[in-house]
């Protein structure tokens, strides 16, 4: 983080860069009504969602931190991914052993985080007789 500064958009948009490698400081809108930027260009990258946490962390808010890791977790999966992801969270939506499945995919997936989330959030549901344990 040396040698950037908060927020990444006003002085550091030379050294950021979205998920298809293009700089902040290249997305403008002269270039997309030029057709020159697409959708997959807007993405965040993981490495700007990791410099995001490490400014959360440094301001103290270690949970907002967390969040942003793993959300630069899930920047590999597809949206249709993310989304069935959501679903499987729901209460309810899954057995115990299926939310299992799902944090060992994530694991494999190099998503680590994430998968412990979904295994607090399992043992929880449990707890409190949301889901089924099979």
Do not use: K, W
């Not at 993310?82 to 969270?89: D, G, P, Q, V």
């Not at 299992?100 to 929880?124: Q, Y």
Request: aromatic share 4%; with cysteine; charged share 25%.
């Amino acid at each position: 983080m040396a040698g950037l500064t908060y927020p990444l958009s006003d002085g550091s948009r030379e050294s950021v860069s979205t998920t298809t490698g293009r700089r902040v400081a290249d997305v403008t809108l002269a270039a997309v009504l030029a057709g020159e930027i697409g959708p997959a260009d807007l993405r965040i990258s993981p490495a700007t969602l990791r410099l995001q946490a490490g400014f959360a962390e440094a301001g103290g808010n270690r949970q907002l931190a967390e969040n942003l890791r793993r959300g630069a977790e899930l920047t590999a999966f597809t949206d249709d991914e993310l989304l069935a992801f959501y679903e499987r969270l729901r209460p309810g939506r899954s057995t115990a052993a299926e939310l299992e499945e799902l944090a060992h995919s994530l694991d494999e997936r190099g998503a680590g985080s994430c998968a412990g989330l979904v295994r607090e959030a399992c043992a929880a549901y449990l707890r409190r007789g949301l889901i089924e344990a099979e």
